[in-house]
């Protein structure tokens, strides 16, 4: 059955430093992949998702993921964080027959002065 | 335009009394998902709908547990004689079609808290 591990409960980078979120996967063929971002208080929002082609994906704010087909991971990254950036992020797979998605049980991204 | 809306954002009831938790979707958007994200569970995907089919309800945890979905637009999720271990946000998603390629779109969810 298709399951997403995200390895890191709580990260904590600080204002301007890189940042690599860990997801890893489980799934029998060629997954779709997806971040999503929750701020607090706010419902999720989509940052990138993986269909197909080239395995670095560009999304919004600023982030990126690499799919590894080899690793069975699709970390997500950002080159220099913001303070905004605090929120905790999500890593989801499609579901059996592409419907609902799987997610992984999150990170909380603290972002320090 | 407008997004996922759902209500209440909150709802403290008793044990043993029923709720009911309304999302409307995006307008034209044809799938619509209930999940509910419990502390250190993460997101689990309770049902789904699409269009006039038959929902997906693999995901309900008891049968205490119900949805419907209205003209093909709102939907309720209901639950009965609630527990302690219902407490949870429940959030809503809808997307165009039930293509894997088509975006989910999140409501802000409604925190349900049974005392």
């Known amino acids: 059955a298709q399951s997403v591990t995200q390895p890191d409960i709580h990260i904590t980078v600080s204002e301007g430093a890189s940042l690599e979120l860990r997801c890893n996967y489980s799934y029998g063929a060629t997954p779709y992949l997806f971040w999503y971002v929750q701020s607090p208080g706010q419902g999720l929002q989509l940052l990138l998702k993986y269909f197909s082609g080239d395995t670095l994906v560009q999304g919004i704010k600023g982030f990126e993921a690499e799919f590894k087909r080899s690793q069975s991971s699709f970390n997500l990254r950002k080159p220099s964080v913001h303070w905004s950036d605090a929120a905790e992020y999500f890593c989801?797979?499609?579901?059996?027959?592409?419907?609902?998605?799987?997610f992984g049980k999150g990170t909380t991204l603290s972002v320090s002065s | 335009g407008a997004g996922v809306s759902q209500s209440p954002s909150n709802k403290v009831t008793e044990k043993g009394k029923d709720v009911e938790l309304r999302c409307d979707p995006i307008s034209g958007h044809t799938a619509l998902y209930w999940y509910r994200q419990s502390l250190g569970q993460g997101l689990e995907f309770l049902i789904y709908f699409q269009g006039n089919s038959a929902p997906d309800k693999s995901g309900l945890p008891s049968d205490r547990f119900s949805a419907e979905r209205t003209g093909g637009s709102v939907s309720t999720l209901t639950i009965q004689r609630t527990q302690q271990e219902d407490s949870a946000v429940y959030l809503c998603a809808s997307s165009l079609d039930r293509d894997p390629l088509s975006t989910q779109y999140f409501g802000p969810g409604t925190r349900l808290t049974v005392l």
């Open positions: 989801a797979v499609d579901g059996p027959a592409g419907t609902a998605l799987i």
